[in-house]
């Protein structure tokens, strides 16, 4: 069975920052391409990054260049995604994504986990 | 940035009856549209991508039509478990974007 298991979340104060990972199972991890999507409390879905099988290839939305960084590890199956400078509108749950070979659509979706920015 | 608007925001409809929802994008996305479901508390879940594939589990009942800029999502005959809210999103060029998702309830 496929799994997505992120961990990491928390509360950090602006300015500061975080990492949050996710381990997967069940699958070839690095034949995919992953990724982050966020959902903030009460609003929309909206991808965060994505990155290749062999991470050499990463993508950001605007609102996060220079500030978050996606890694992987493909010898532990895991997806790190380390956030800095952190502001109150990152405030989010964070979803590990599995996506498809072919379309840019997540297939998997883990549980998220819960980042909140607040002082 | 492709900006997808989804309408209307709520639809109001009893069991039985046909749901139709739109998605339309600010510039042509092909057929490189997705839809997915996603319900109070849960994880979204991918229901139809591409021209027309289902996702595993996607009932017959959920369909997809349109290419371009213009997209409808039809459930022909809602059942009690397709109260969500539905949310379309373009994977035709970085960064992907999701619509705003509409609400389907009773």
């Known amino acids: 069975e496929v799994q997505l298991l992120e961990s990491g979340g928390g509360l950090v104060q602006p300015g500061g920052s975080l990492r949050v990972s996710c381990a997967a199972s069940g699958f070839t991890f690095s034949s995919y391409a992953m990724g982050w999507v966020r959902q903030a409390p009460g609003k929309g879905l909206e991808w965060v990054s994505i990155?290749?099988?062999?991470?050499?290839?990463?993508y950001y939305t605007d609102s996060v260049k220079g500030r978050f960084t996606i890694s992987r590890d493909n010898s532990k199956n895991t997806l790190y995604l380390q956030m800095s400078s952190l502001r109150a509108e990152d405030t989010a749950v964070y979803y590990c994504?599995?996506?498809?070979?072919?379309?840019?659509?997540?297939?998997?979706w883990g549980q998220g986990t819960l980042v909140t920015v607040s002082s | 940035e492709i900006v997808m608007t989804q309408s209307p925001a709520t639809l109001s409809v009893s069991p039985g009856e046909r749901a139709t929802l739109s998605c339309r994008a600010s510039q042509s996305v092909s057929s490189n549209l997705a839809w997915y479901q996603q319900k109070p508390g849960q994880v979204p879940r991918l229901l139809l991508y591409?021209?027309?594939t289902r996702a595993t589990g996607t009932p017959a009942r959920f369909s997809v039509s349109g290419s371009g800029t213009d997209f409808t999502l039809t459930i022909s005959s809602l059942q009690s478990e397709d109260f969500a809210v539905y949310y379309c999103?373009?994977?035709?060029?970085?960064?992907?974007?999701f619509g705003q998702g509409t609400k389907v309830e009773i």
């Open positions: 999103q373009q994977c035709n060029s970085w960064p992907w974007t």
């Open positions: 591409g021209a027309s």
């Open positions: 990155i290749s099988g062999s991470g050499a290839g990463t």
């Open positions: 994504a599995k996506r498809d070979l072919i379309f840019g659509v997540v297939i998997v």
